[in-house]
C-alpha cells in the first residue's frame, strides 16, 4: 500500500514543477514542501473517510456528490477538469522540454520558435530587451530569457502576428489522444515499470548529482525570503497531485482503519524525503536562478557538461511524462461521461465508440481543450490553474467530511480518529496572529496598512524607460560606489549586488533614486489587489473558527480544510480571477442545461 502511494504521488511533479518552485523560493523550498505534506496528509484522511462511505470508484465529484447535493457535485467536476485536462497541459509542456532537449543532445537543434509557447515567447522577448537596453550582454541573460528572444526575433510573421507555438507539446497531445480514442489500454506490468524507472532516475540523480553539488550555492539560503517561498505553493503542490488515488483502496484494505492512515502518512513522508533531497541536489549544483525551466533534472546535468546523463534523464521523462499523460488523457473523458450519465452534460458526453469502446466524443473534446492553451499557456499559468482547481476540490472534500461528521449516514470501514477542534482551532488561529505581529511586526504592518513596496531590481530595470536607465545607472556608481566595470555596466547586476549586502540600502535607493516616481514603488491598489486572496483567507478562518467552535468540529479534516484555503490564498490574484471566470461559465451551463436534464431532478 505504502509502494501504491509512493507511485500515484511521484510522477509529473518531480519531472518538471520543482525547478520553478526552486527558482521562485531558492534552497529554502524545502520548508514548504514539509509544509504542503502537512496539507496533503490531512487532506488525504478526508478522501479515505469519504472513499470507504462511497461503494462505488469514487473521486472529489462522487463524494461530494454524496454530501452537498448537485450544485457543489458539478461544480467539484467543472474544478476537476483544471486537475486533469490543465495538469495534461503542464505534463505536455514539460514534456516538449525535455524532449527537445533530448534532441539538442543529440545535435538535432529545433528552432526556438516551434518549441516554445507565444506567451514566455513574447514577454521573455520584451524583458530581454529592457535588461539589454539598461546594459545587460545578451550571454549574460538567464537561459530562458535568450530562447525567448531568439524564438520572438526567428519566428516568421503573418500580418505582424508572430507564429511562435510549442508543436512538439501540441504533437505529444494529438499522439495520446489517439492512443486514448482507439482504446489503449495501460496494463498494470507497464504501469509497475515505469513507476520502477521513475524511482530509478530519481536514485540515480541523487547519486550523481552529490558529487557536483557547491554548497556555495545554497547562500543564500533563503534569496527571496518567506514571501518568494511560498510563492512557489503550486509549483510544489502539484509535485503532490495524486497522493488521493491511496484513499480509494479504503473497502479492500484488511485492517483500513489502521493500515489506511499509516500508509498514506509513510507514502507521503517518504516521497518529502525524497524530494527534500532533490531540490537541496538541484539548487546545490547549479544557482536557483537558473531553474526556471520545464526539464530540471536534466537542465542540471547540461549545465555540469555531464550531456551523457542528462541523456539518460531525458529518456526517462520523455517516456515517464507520456506514461502520465495518458492516465490523465484517460481519466478526463471518463469523468465527462460520469456527469453526463448523471444527465449534467449532454448525452454525446456519454457516447461509446460502437469498435473501440471508448468514450469517443468526450475524449476529442478533451484532445482540443488541452491541446489548443499548451500552444500559448506557459508553465507558470497553467500549474497555477492546475493547482487552484485541485485545491479547491480538496477542500470541498475535507468540508465534506465536517458536514457529515453527525449526520446519519452509512459508515465505511475508515473513519478519521476524532479529535475535538473546538477550543483547539480558535487559539490556534490567535496564537498565529499573535506570533506574526511578534516575529514579524514590519510584514505585518505592512501587509494592515498597504504600505508601497520597492519594486526588486529585475521588475524596476525591465520597466524603465531608457532616459531612466542611464540616469539610474549614473547614481548608482557615483553615489553608492559601484565599480561599474565589475558588473560590466550592468545596471540589473548593480542594484542587485545593493540588495544583497542590505535590503535597507536598496530602498533608500530606489527612494532617492532621480527617476519618476512610478517606477519606484508598487502602491494603492495595484499592491492591494494582490493580498485579497489572503484577506479572504483571514475572513474565511473567523468563520471556520466559529463553525468548529459551535459545532465541535473533528480537527483532522478542518486542518486539511485550512491549509488548502491557506494554499489557495498564497496564489496570485490573476489566478482566482480566472477561475471564478471558469466557475461562472459552468454555473452558467449548471443552471441553462444541466439542471433541466438531471436525473436526480427528474
Known sequence: L??????????????????????????????????????????????????????????????????????????????????????????AISWSDYFTGLLSNMNIHLPQWIQMDYLSASNGFNDAVALMNSGKAFDKLPLNLQHAHAAWNEAPTFFGFHLVADIPALAIIVLITWLVYRGMKESINASNIMVYVKLAVIALVLIVGIFYVDT?????????????????????????????????????????????????????????????????????MVNYKSLNVGDPLAFVFDQVNLTWFAGIVAVSAVVALARVLLVFQMGQPRIWMSMSRDGLLPPKFAKVHPKYKTPSFATIVTGFVVAIPALFMNLTMVTDLCSIGTLFAFSLVCAGVLVLQDKDVPRGKFRIPYLNGKFILPI???????????????????????????????????????????SLTAYVISSYQVNSDVYDNDLEAMLGS??????????????????????????????????????????????????????????????????????????????????????????????SYSRHHSKLNK
Open 498 to 591: 545593493v540588495k544583497e549586502k542590505s535590503f535597507t540600502t536598496y530602498e533608500t535607493l530606489v527612494k532617492e533614486a532621480p527617476i519618476n516616481e512610478l517606477y519606484k514603488f508598487e502602491k494603492g491598489f495595484q499592491l492591494f489587489k494582490h493580498k485579497i486572496p489572503m484577506w479572504l483567507f483571514l475572513i474565511a478562518m473567523v468563520g471556520l473558527c466559529y463553525w468548529s467552535f459551535k459545532k465541535n468540529l473533528s480537527l483532522i479534516p478542518m486542518l486539511g480544510l485550512v491549509c488548502c484555503i491557506y494554499m489557495m490564498a498564497e496564489l496570485t490574484i490573476w489566478n482566482w480571477l480566472y477561475f471564478s471566470i471558469w466557475l461562472l461559465i459552468g454555473l452558467v451551463i449548471y443552471f
Open 2 to 91: 505504502i509502494f501504491f502511494g509512493i507511485a500515484a504521488i511521484v510522477g509529473a511533479g518531480v519531472f518538471s514543477t520543482i525547478g520553478q518552485a526552486s527558482f521562485d523560493g531558492g534552497p529554502a523550498v524545502i520548508f514548504l514542501f514539509i509544509f504542503t505534506a502537512l496539507a496533503c496528509g490531512f487532506a488525504a484522511m478526508a478522501y479515505a473517510e469519504f472513499a470507504s462511505m462511497v461503494p462505488v470508484s469514487g473521486s472529489a465529484y462522487t463524494y461530494s456528490y454524496v454530501a452537498f447535493g448537485e450544485v457543489i457535485a458539478w461544480i467539484i467536476g467543472w474544478s476537476l477538469i483544471m486537475e486533469y485536462a490543465v495538469g495534461n497541459i503542464t505534463l
Open 216 to 284: 556555495n550555492n545554497w547562500d543564500p539560503f533563503a534569496p527571496n525570503g518567506f514571501s518568494g517561498v511560498l510563492k512557489g505553493v503550486s509549483a510544489v503542490f502539484f509535485a503532490y497531485i495524486g497522493f488521493d488515488a491511496i484513499s480509494t483502496t479504503a473497502e479492500e484494505c484488511k485492517n483500513p482503519q489502521r493500515d489506511l492512515p499509516r500508509s498514506m502518512i509513510w507514502s507521503i513522508v517518504i516521497c518529502t524525503v525524497l524530494y527534500i533531497a532533490i531540490a537541496l541536489v538541484l539548487t546545490g
Open 428 to 470: 490556534g488561529f490567535v496564537l498565529a496572529i499573535a506570533a506574526s505581529f511578534i516575529w514579524n511586526k514590519d510584514g505585518v504592518e505592512a501587509f494592515v496598512k498597504n504600505t508601497p513596496q520597492v519594486y526588486d531590481p529585475t521588475s524596476l530595470v525591465t520597466q524603465l524607460p531608457k532616459e531612466d536607465v542611464s
